[in-house]
């Protein structure tokens, strides 16, 4: 019986598009697809053997265990910015409570300004050209170009050598002012305690430092000041971007203990959370932004500034604190007065500050509602090159950004959320973030700006303020797992800016991401961050296009955004893994991703699924005066062999034409011809079925449905769901979703067969049609294949003017212009 119900189950035809065969298969038949011996891959395998094993402070569901524990370090600081000598002086007391179960001997701390001395790792490290690269420009030397090194690299190296950069440090000491034996490693300080450090015991170490402040423009770094030498005053102003100004203590964790590698510039930073108290003493014309809560308004601002301040909390559009106007004012001369601006911040991982006479300041209330914050103050100070640009869209993008990220993780906890324009293009702190954008002066005294310029500051400031919740509050590990925040917060922005403006290419579509896939330079997403060849690809674009994936095509958006707020929530304010992000997204789903995971995060594999052939099937009657009669037409259809072509026109005769006195039964009858054996064994066929069996086969006969296998190949080796759209002769289409599971056993080729009606005839088929799979070769997604289309460009070939190709005999004979002479051909080149 259960041979006679596999027989029937298979008793299934093929009829090829290209030839029209007919053969009976059975369920025993070996498959098509071949799997070489020894290369088996399984793709579906589960990544619990490469993730960490569950235990009590990170469980198996992917939240922090019972018995979770994380470091609190808080901090009291006096920082006075010393404008004419573009130095920071400080002193800080640092109170670190031990939560972990273990003993400690000794305290590291990170000393970020060393990575710009002369002896850093990063500075003996740079390589000259080669990718991956942070800052000025250098292109080392080619077959048959010479080397090339920036003006910009030039700018670098002589700043550097000018300015003494690192840190000054003049004390470091316990609570009761005695000495602390410390050790310099680079950008790293161990602090070694008089005490060990027991569970549950607190401590307190006291450092006085100073440094020169680094010019940003110079360096390409992430804080450092910029110097408008045209401004009204004489000899200039400067905005002072200040983050990772003190020596903040390295993080000490359970899966790591302490993180304490070394500080090279790409890979950013790990740390804990505390509470600041930092008093911040500036030149008295300054405004300054600054993470935390402003404390002592009274004394660095005017009535009229703190009254306006209360307006914009329930203003329809931002108010201005400080004025254009008042700006401008400022800039046109200097004080020697100073004013002391005192923040407080509680739960934060870091702080930073800016701080400028330029700073024109304005303010808009987010009434988010709910009961931990529900009014947060967004707020946006820039110098009057920010202009209209600044005015419209910057603090209009900080509230958008807490709208979409609040729906997706929680309401923004923090009383402030800040964009500070001036020289880094984009960095984010706890409530302040930096952001480059700008205008540009003409010569008629208007600021205008380009469509890219107002896409980059509105993208920009969507992505910064995206940072306080991944990772400023979603606390991971930046400096080994990038993709963490990048990624994440990549993602998201994306969300927040198609829900601005969907004409703006935000880059997180799978579409902007196969190039990198298929390149030679792509390493896995989960490879720490200083030795990634490509970053942005690597950890923003690469890491949000496989979340919009899962999103948009593979869990759905129910599903995915309920797991995605899920894991937010669990890990406000704690440290997540990458585990921990992966368990939680399948338990709070439901869904097995580690093929994902596997897939998208460890290897460089990449997406490109063939459609190779199609075959259209015939239901096999059994009835041998059907059957051999659509045998007969098949072959009938096939073309007439061109040889017999020519022969007829030729005019030849044929040997049976001219001897049409001898014939046999052959001659009346071909291989079609139907006896009563055939009859008989078709007859005895339907006698042995069931009658479950007969009922089934006659129906099917009588529907007489089209059949049709598509053979898929998986050349690019990454398993994805495959999405079909099938178009029909009628003009009718259809689209089919097919799971990623359908590889699980040959993850390298796979064929599906396919049922429809009779009038339902298949004209074509077409893999992702709307490109949501980052499939690398959408050419060998249609079936028929299409004509590619492209664009082909005339030009007209020049030669080359160097070396020997040069007309010095003319080139002797130019005048030399005058600097005037220059100055008009510049400006009639820009008309």
Same mark, same amino acid.
């Given at each position: 019986?259960?041979?006679?119900?596999?027989?029937?189950?298979?008793?299934?035809?093929?009829?090829?598009?290209?030839?029209?065969?007919?053969?009976?298969?059975?369920?025993?038949?070996?498959? *098509?697809?071949?799997?070489?011996?020894?290369?088996?891959?399984?793709?579906?395998?589960?990544?619990?053997?490469?993730?960490?094993?569950?235990?009590?402070?990170?469980?198996?569901?992917?939240?922090?265990?019972?018995?979770?524990?994380?470091?609190?370090?808080?901090?009291?600081?006096?920082?006075?910015?010393?404008?004419?000598?573009?130095?920071?002086?400080?002193?800080?007391?640092?109170?670190?409570?031990?939560?972990?179960?273990?003993?400690?001997?000794?305290? !590291?701390?990170?000393?970020?300004?060393?990575?710009?001395?002369? /002896?850093?790792?990063?500075?003996?490290?740079?390589?000259?050209?080669?990718?991956?690269?942070?800052?000025?420009?250098?292109?080392?030397?080619?077959?048959?170009?010479?080397?090339?090194?920036?003006?910009? *690299?030039?700018?670098?190296?002589?700043?550097?050598?000018?300015?003494?950069?690192?840190?000054?440090?003049?004390?470091?000491?316990?609570?009761?002012?005695?000495?602390?034996?410390?050790?310099?490693?680079?950008?790293?300080?161990?602090?070694?305690?008089?005490?060990?450090?027991?569970?549950?015991?607190?401590?307190?170490?006291?450092?006085?430092?100073?440094?020169?402040?680094?010019?940003?423009?110079?360096?390409?770094?992430?804080?450092?000041?910029?110097?408008?030498?045209?401004?009204?005053?004489?000899?200039?102003?400067?905005?002072?971007?200040?983050?990772?100004?003190?020596?903040?203590?390295?993080?000490?964790?359970?899966?790591?203990? !302490?993180?304490?590698?070394?500080?090279?510039?790409?890979?950013?930073?790990?740390?804990?959370?505390?509470?600041?108290?930092?008093?911040?003493?500036?030149?008295?014309?300054?405004?300054?932004?600054?993470?935390?809560?402003?404390?002592?308004?009274?004394?660095?601002?005017?009535?009229?500034?703190?009254?306006?301040?209360?307006?914009?909390?329930?203003? +329809?559009?931002?108010?201005?604190?400080?004025?254009?106007?008042?700006?401008?004012?400022?800039?046109?001369?200097?004080?020697?007065?100073?004013?002391?601006?005192?923040?407080?911040?509680?739960?934060?991982?870091?702080?930073? !500050?800016?701080?400028?006479?330029?700073?024109?300041?304005?303010?808009?209330?987010?009434?988010?509602?709910?009961?931990?914050?529900?009014?947060?103050?967004?707020?946006?100070?820039?110098?009057?090159?920010?202009? /209209?640009?600044?005015?419209?869209?910057?603090?209009?993008?900080?509230?958008?950004?807490?709208?979409?990220?609040? @729906?997706?993780?929680?309401?923004?906890?923090?009383?402030?959320?800040?964009?500070?324009?001036?020289?880094?293009?984009?960095?984010?702190?706890?409530?302040?973030?930096?952001?480059?954008?700008?205008?540009?002066?003409?010569?008629?005294?208007?600021?205008?700006?380009?469509?890219?310029? &107002?896409?980059?500051?509105?993208?920009?400031?969507?992505?910064?303020?995206?940072?306080?919740?991944?990772?400023?509050?979603?606390?991971?590990?930046? @400096?080994?797992?990038?993709?963490?925040?990048?990624?994440?917060?990549?993602?998201?922005?994306?969300?927040?800016?198609?829900?601005?403006?969907?004409?703006?290419?935000?880059?997180?579509?799978?579409?902007?991401?196969?190039?990198?896939?298929?390149?030679?330079?792509?390493?896995?997403?989960?490879?720490? #961050?200083?030795?990634?060849?490509?970053?942005?690809?690597?950890?923003?674009?690469?890491?949000?296009?496989?979340?919009?994936?899962?999103?948009?095509?593979?869990?759905?958006?129910?599903?995915?955004?309920?797991?995605?707020?899920?894991?937010?929530?669990?890990?406000?304010?704690?440290?997540?893994?990458?585990?921990?992000?992966?368990?939680?997204?399948?338990?709070?789903?439901?869904?097995?991703?580690?093929?994902?995971?596997?897939?998208?995060?460890?290897?460089?594999?990449?997406?490109?699924?063939?459609?190779?052939?199609?075959? +259209?099937?015939?239901?096999?009657? &059994?009835?041998?005066?059907?059957?051999?009669?659509?045998?007969?037409?098949?072959?009938?259809?096939?073309?007439?062999?061109?040889?017999?072509?020519?022969?007829?026109?030729?005019?030849?005769?044929?040997?049976?034409?001219?001897?049409?006195?001898?014939?046999?039964?052959?001659?009346?009858?071909?291989?079609?011809?139907?006896?009563?054996?055939?009859?008989?064994?078709?007859?005895?066929?339907?006698?042995?079925?069931?009658? !479950?069996?007969?009922?089934?086969?006659?129906?099917?006969? +009588?529907?007489?449905?089209?059949?049709?296998?598509?053979?898929?190949?998986?050349?690019?080796?990454?398993?994805?769901?495959?999405?079909?759209?099938?178009?029909?002769?009628?003009?009718?289409?259809?689209?089919?979703?097919?799971?990623?599971?359908?590889?699980?056993?040959?993850?390298?080729?796979?064929?599906?067969?396919?049922?429809?009606? &009779?009038?339902?005839?298949?004209?074509?088929?077409?893999?992702?049609?709307?490109?949501?799979?980052?499939?690398?070769?959408?050419?060998?997604?249609?079936?028929?294949?299409?004509?590619?289309?492209?664009?082909?460009?005339?030009?007209? #070939?020049?030669?080359? &003017?160097?070396?020997?190709?040069?007309?010095?005999?003319?080139?002797?004979?130019?005048?030399?212009?005058?600097?005037?002479?220059?100055?008009?051909?510049?400006?009639?080149?820009?008309?």
């Amino acid at each position: 019986m259960r041979f006679k119900q596999a027989n029937l189950a298979a008793i299934v035809f093929a009829t090829s598009l290209i030839s029209s065969t007919l053969y009976v298969t059975s369920a025993s038949a070996t498959s *098509a697809i071949k799997q070489t011996k020894g290369s088996f891959e399984d793709k579906f395998r589960q990544l619990d053997e490469v993730l960490p094993t569950p235990n009590v402070y990170r469980n198996a569901a992917g939240e922090p265990g019972h018995e979770y524990w994380q470091q609190q370090v808080d901090y009291v600081i006096k920082v006075t910015l010393d404008e004419e000598k573009r130095r920071l002086s400080a002193t800080q007391e640092i109170t670190y409570l031990n939560n972990s179960p273990d003993t400690l001997k000794y305290l !590291w701390i990170q000393l970020d300004q060393n990575k710009f001395r002369e /002896d850093s790792m990063s500075a003996l490290t740079t390589t000259f050209g080669g990718i991956g690269n942070r800052g000025p420009a250098t292109q080392s030397v080619g077959a048959s170009s010479p080397a090339r090194l920036s003006l910009g *690299a030039l700018r670098r190296q002589q700043f550097v050598e000018d300015t003494e950069l690192g840190y000054d440090l003049q004390k470091v000491s316990d609570s009761r002012g005695r000495p602390l034996e410390y050790v310099v490693v680079g950008t790293l300080m161990r602090v070694d305690l008089a005490k060990a450090l027991a569970p549950g015991k607190s401590t307190k170490v006291n450092i006085d430092f100073a440094f020169n402040i680094v010019e940003e423009d110079a360096v390409s770094a992430r804080a450092g000041y910029e110097h408008f030498p045209d401004d009204e005053r004489e000899g200039g102003n400067d905005i002072f971007l200040l983050a990772q100004w003190f020596p903040r203590l390295a993080a000490y964790t359970d899966y790591e203990a !302490w993180t304490n590698k070394e500080f090279i510039g790409r890979g950013e930073f790990t740390l804990e959370f505390g509470n600041y108290d930092v008093s911040i003493t500036v030149p008295a014309d300054h405004i300054v932004s600054s993470t935390g809560s402003l404390t002592n308004a009274k004394d660095v601002l005017t009535s009229q500034q703190r009254k306006r301040l209360k307006e914009a909390e329930t203003a +329809k559009r931002p108010v201005f604190i400080v004025t254009a106007e008042e700006a401008l004012e400022n800039e046109k001369e200097a004080t020697n007065k100073t004013k002391t601006w005192r923040f407080k911040a509680e739960k934060v991982r870091d702080f930073a !500050w800016a701080s400028s006479r330029k700073f024109m300041w304005d303010a808009k209330g987010y009434q988010q509602g709910g009961d931990e914050q529900p009014l947060v103050m967004a707020m946006s100070f820039y110098p009057k090159e920010g202009g /209209d640009l600044w005015k419209k869209y910057s603090t209009e993008s900080v509230i958008h950004t807490m709208e979409v990220y609040g @729906r997706f993780s929680f309401d923004y906890p923090y009383p402030v959320a800040q964009s500070v324009n001036g020289p880094v293009g984009g960095m984010e702190y706890p409530m302040i973030t930096f952001n480059g954008p700008r205008t540009e002066l003409q010569d008629d005294g208007s600021r205008t700006y380009s469509l890219a310029e &107002k896409r980059f500051l509105i993208g920009v400031v969507i992505h910064e303020i995206g940072h306080i919740y991944f990772p400023m509050i979603v606390n991971s590990d930046e @400096r080994q797992w990038t993709w963490m925040d990048e990624g994440l917060n990549s993602f998201l922005d994306g969300v927040a800016g198609r829900e601005w403006d969907p004409t703006i290419p935000w880059g997180v579509e799978p579409r902007d991401i196969t190039d990198y896939m298929k390149s030679s330079t792509q390493v896995p997403i989960m490879t720490q #961050s200083d030795s990634v060849l490509r970053l942005g690809p690597n950890a923003y674009t690469k890491p949000a296009a496989a979340l919009n994936i899962l999103r948009e095509t593979i869990m759905g958006r129910e599903l995915f955004d309920f797991a995605f707020k899920e894991y937010a929530q669990r890990w406000k304010y704690k440290r997540p893994t990458p585990a921990d992000f992966f368990r939680t997204m399948e338990e709070a789903s439901g869904i097995d991703l580690d093929w994902f995971w596997r897939g998208w995060f460890y290897s460089t594999d990449h997406v490109d699924i063939s459609l190779d052939s199609v075959y +259209k099937l015939r239901l096999d009657t &059994k009835d041998p005066d059907i059957d051999f009669a659509r045998q007969r037409q098949a072959e009938m259809d096939k073309p007439v062999s061109i040889t017999d072509e020519r022969n007829k026109a030729e005019g030849i005769e044929l040997w049976v034409d001219r001897n049409d006195d001898i014939s046999d039964f052959y001659d009346e009858n071909d291989p079609w011809t139907v006896t009563n054996k055939e009859r008989n064994s078709y007859r005895s066929f339907l006698k042995n079925l069931d009658p !479950w069996e007969k009922r089934v086969f006659e129906r099917a006969v +009588k529907e007489d449905k089209n059949y049709y296998v598509l053979d898929f190949s998986n050349k690019g080796g990454l398993v994805m769901p495959i999405i079909l759209e099938l178009e029909f002769e009628n003009g009718n289409k259809e689209n089919m979703y097919i799971p990623a599971e359908i590889w699980r056993r040959t993850p390298k080729a796979v064929s599906k067969l396919i049922v429809t009606e &009779k009038d339902q005839v298949l004209k074509s088929v077409t893999v992702d049609p709307r490109w949501e799979t980052a499939d690398v070769n959408v050419e060998n997604n249609h079936y028929p294949r299409r004509i590619i289309p492209s664009r082909i460009e005339a030009y007209k #070939s020049e030669r080359s &003017k160097t070396g020997v190709r040069r007309d010095l005999m003319q080139d002797s004979k130019t005048e030399l212009k005058t600097d005037e002479e220059l100055d008009k051909k510049d400006n009639d080149d820009d008309e």
